[in-house]
Structures are given as C-alpha cells and as structure tokens.
C-alpha cells in the first residue's frame, strides 16, 4: 500500500508552462485573433526550444483555439457572436447555482477574502489589467463555488 495516496508534489512540463504562457498572452490581448504567430518567435520569446511550444500551440489547436497555418505558424481563432453567447449561458447555468448554495451557506469565513478579491477587481480594470483583473475574477468566481462547501 502506498504511504502518499495524494501527491502534494506538482512538476509542470515546459509544453504545460508555454501552454499557459500563451493562454495567458492570448486572454490578455498580447495574441490576438487572425494574426499568424511563429513557434519559434514565440519560443525565443520565452526562452524555450521550438518543441514545448509547438505542442503547446498544437493543444490550442486541439481545443479550437488556434488553427495552423502551414509552413507559417499558428493562428487564434476569433470568438464568434455565438461562441460568446453560449459561453454566457454556460456561466449562468453555473454559477446562479453556485451563488444559490453559497447564500444558504455560512460564508462569514470566506467574507473577506471575497471582499479583497472584489477591490481587486475593480483596482485592476481601473488600471486597464486585463490579466490581473481575470485572475482575480476567476478566484472570485472560485470562493463562490467553494462557498457551500
């Protein structure tokens, strides 16, 4: 029988490290829809060989996100009007629930963090940070959900 039944311990790949990277480039606005993004510029970029970031790009492929571009690169994928709207409803059929279990919930432990977290919001769109404003939205969205727990 083993003695770590959960492994507290988290190695990251450079592929997973590029794939964040990129994702985070991608939501923040750095990469954008429609323009053709070499691996290796990209590479150079973060300090990596051509490989971690051409699965990473090839992961983006696979969800959607990117399309390949051949003998170019890798290109984002626009979001179209309905893209958008089902991720809206899917935002909805999720987290009114949430919001739902956590008001019947006692969340006076968790009231101050989710207040920080609120300012922050507001003290990073204020400041036009985009990354950091979704950060800290995507926690806040957490502690909610984490609330009725």
Do not use: C, K, W
């Amino acid at each position: 029988m083993p003695i770590l039944t959960e492994a507290s311990l988290q190695r990251t790949s450079l592929r997973d490290q590029a794939l964040t990277a990129i994702r985070h480039a991608m939501v923040s606005g750095q990469i954008v829809p429609g323009v053709v993004y070499s691996a290796s510029a990209l590479a150079a970029e973060l300090g990596v060989s051509n490989s971690p970031v051409r699965e990473a790009m090839l992961a983006l492929v696979d969800d959607g996100l990117m399309e390949v571009v051949p003998n170019r690169g890798y290109r984002p994928v626009a979001l179209s009007a309905a893209d958008t709207a089902e991720i809206v409803q899917l935002r909805l059929l999720l987290e009114v629930p949430a919001v739902g279990l956590a008001a019947e919930g006692d969340i006076t432990g968790r009231f101050a963090a989710l207040e920080e977290l609120a300012e922050v919001i507001e003290r990073t769109a204020a400041d036009g940070d985009v990354a950091g404003n979704l950060e800290a939205d995507r926690r806040f969205h957490l502690q909610i959900g984490r609330a009725h727990v």
